[in-house]
């Protein structure tokens, strides 16, 4: 029987453009959306942008636009990139959409009724990047461990929400329900978090600070906490879609979040408190998985280390991205991101792999035969590799189910290399020199083709488009809309007699050096674009000498590489962000250009900065500290250190 499911992703916050961060869960509910729809089960898929709070509040004002200005800029940059990568979302949210703030106030009036939502006055820690309060067992050395800032005291009046009265019926839940939250690890986490007393929750800010907000119905002079505001964008967009349907009864019960962990607190804890409290079913399950990594470092926005999706679309192919991205990463665990994997990963398992194998039968088939051969008996060879096809598929709806999607793509290519060694040993190239052989070569090209096939119908949820045109070119009519069993589309045997086959098209064509260092050149090139305005010259070495009360003045700190490119039109330079400990990197320009063809590999060192050098202002950018580096003869190597330094300490 169909089940009816609700994806859902975390409603981005608007205050930076789209990377594969955002990708990854966009693409995650994306993939499942299809994987479902691909299995016979109705499927809605909901994704949007979080509008409201102090962080758009700032960034607006030194853009010179309103709050709404720049949230409807951002947000729209959002929507056009899923449209443009074919994210097939069913309704796409805003927190500023007049049937999401009507319901936030609904719900706000019916837990306000209930007595849930008291005023007081209260003196907190308070950190704008995360815009909540922190508690002490929070912080790490006074700072918010997220944003590594220390958070301003606070005190004013607000009202509160009573979590704390729900805390016991919250872990009651969770100890009933082990799958719940997913993986495991991050249940317990919550869990562990549940054995201290549950505090209760600021839910409003005054306008007097803030006035970017939805409005307390019950009491004009606040606004609402922008989280309790952006949670419920969940059932808000059931209630009333964007066509203006309710489809709450319809698909709540199956409300499946997806989310990173750095969000696992306010979905597991503040969300589930709440809905209690409202009288709202509890959703059905959050499924949370890990960073995606450059270097050592969390791909943000904050380290100046993003990856822009519509720009790798442009130069790769966004489904090759989302092939590596769901390939690559364990679902829970981080994982990381480097051009050079990618490229490895994409040559070896799709040029090298189903590339490779679709050319090599298709070509002889269409040389051979002009089209695909009729079915005839099979071998003991050809049935080995019907098993190992029939093993896959068995085992293709239980990886989906328990979101093992890396052993669903790792199954897949393990049945192409089977048929690739099989095909090697059957040698049908040298079948088609022998008249006699005919018949064995177009039994061989068809197990090929089968097993071509058979990838298409399970990899399409990973990458659509891709596996739509193969198996156009294959003569696979049949739609993947759930209307025809899964277990009979992905059948080995299926392959239709007949099918005309030309010479085939290069579906996945090697990546190579130059392709590498072209989109390495275009990233440099973004990211010069948005560089501050610059003076005309270049930083020089400093030759003077100095007393040791000259030094005594300059301070010097560890800073890690999270980002670095070639400066175009500069012989000398490249640019570096470094974290050296506080709320943004830096960025630095470096002279080692020369010893440093492939800047990228500098990612993730721990590098010596003059931290208290004044920035100076260059044509190419401000530079806003100095990279230590060794020079002899002809070497250039960037000073480094070892062991278990993090960015900011001090060097002594």
Not at 233 to 239: A, I
Request: aromatic share 10%; charged share 25%; net charge negative.
């Amino acid at each position: 029987m169909a089940r009816k499911i609700y994806f859902t992703t975390p409603i981005y916050y608007v205050n930076a453009e789209p990377h594969i961060g955002h990708l990854y869960t966009t693409a995650l509910a994306d993939m499942l959306k299809r994987y479902h729809v691909l299995a016979g089960d109705d499927v809605w898929f909901q994704t949007g942008t979080d509008e409201h709070g102090e962080k758009i509040v700032q960034v607006a004002q030194k853009q010179g636009v309103t709050p709404k200005q720049f949230a409807d800029g951002i947000s729209g940059k959002f929507r056009d990139a899923w449209d443009k990568i074919d994210i097939a979302y069913d309704d796409f949210i805003r927190t500023t959409d007049a049937r999401h703030v009507k319901y936030v106030q609904d719900v706000l009036d019916k837990v306000h009724a209930s007595g849930d939502i008291y005023f007081d006055e209260y003196t907190g820690k308070y950190c704008v990047g995360c815009e909540r309060y922190l508690t002490d067992t929070e912080l790490v050395d006074g700072k918010c461990p997220d944003h590594q800032t220390a958070p301003k005291e606070v005190k004013e009046a607000n009202y509160f929400f009573k979590m704390g009265k729900y805390q016991q019926q919250l872990i009651a839940h969770i100890e009933e329900n082990p799958h719940w939250i997913r993986p495991e690890r991050f249940r317990n986490e919550v869990l562990s978090f549940l054995k201290s007393p549950l505090e209760d929750l600021c839910i409003s800010r005054p306008k007097t600070r803030l006035e970017w907000g939805i409005e307390l119905p019950f009491d004009d002079k606040y606004v609402t906490y922008v989280w309790f505001d952006a949670l419920l964008n969940y059932p808000s967009g059931l209630t009333e879609t964007s066509r203006g349907e309710n489809r709450f009864d319809q698909y709540w019960s199956g409300c499946n979040h997806l989310i990173a962990k750095d969000i696992l607190k306010t979905h597991a804890i503040y969300w589930p408190t709440m809905l209690m409290s409202a009288g709202i079913p509890l959703f059905k399950q959050l499924d949370v998985h890990g960073y995606w990594m450059v270097g050592e470092s969390k791909m943000s926005k904050s380290l100046g280390n993003v990856i822009r999706p519509l720009s790798f679309d442009a130069a790769f192919g966004i489904e090759n991205l989302r092939y590596f991205l769901f390939k690559e990463m364990k679902f829970g665990a981080d994982s990381s991101f480097t051009y050079d994997l990618f490229v490895e990963r994409y040559n070896s398992d799709l040029a090298n792999g189903l590339g490779n194998l679709l050319a090599r039968n298709a070509g002889l088939v269409a040389k051979n035969f002009g089209a695909i051969p009729a079915h005839q008996p099979l071998t003991d060879a050809e049935n080995a590799v019907a098993a190992k096809a029939k093993e896959v598929l068995d085992a293709y709806r239980s990886n989906f189910e328990s979101r093992q999607f890396a052993k669903s793509i790792e199954d897949v290519c393990a049945l192409i290399g089977e048929t690739d060694k099989y095909i090697t040993l059957m040698e049908p190239w040298k079948m088609a020199k022998d008249e006699s052989k005919k018949g064995d070569l177009a039994r061989v090209l068809r197990c090929g083709l089968e097993v071509c096939r058979v990838a298409a119908v399970l990899l399409s949820p990973v990458m659509p488009k891709k596996c739509a045109e193969i198996l156009e070119y294959l003569g696979e009519k049949r739609p993947l809309d759930g209307s025809v069993a899964l277990e009979e589309l992905a059948a080995f045997g299926a392959l239709a007699d007949g099918i005309e086959i030309d010479k085939p098209p290069r579906f996945f064509p090697r990546i190579d050096e130059a392709a590498l260092s072209q989109i390495t050149e275009q990233m440099m090139a973004e990211a010069d674009a948005a560089a501050k305005a610059a003076a005309q010259r270049e930083i020089e070495p400093i030759k003077e000498q100095i007393t040791i009360d000259d030094f005594a003045k300059v301070q010097l700190k560890v800073g890690r590489v999270v980002e670095a490119y070639p400066v175009e039109k500069a012989q000398k330079l490249i640019r570096l962000m470094v974290d050296v400990g506080e709320e943004n990197p830096r960025q630095i320009f470096a002279g080692i250009k020369s010893h440093y063809p492939r800047p990228e590999k500098l990612i993730g060192q721990n590098v010596i900065v003059v931290a208290n050098l004044k920035p100076r202002e260059m044509k190419f950018g401000l530079s806003e500290g100095m990279v230590l580096a060794a020079s002899g003869d002809d070497r250039l190597v960037a000073a480094t250190v070892l062991g278990a330094a993090e960015p900011g300490d001090g060097i002594s």
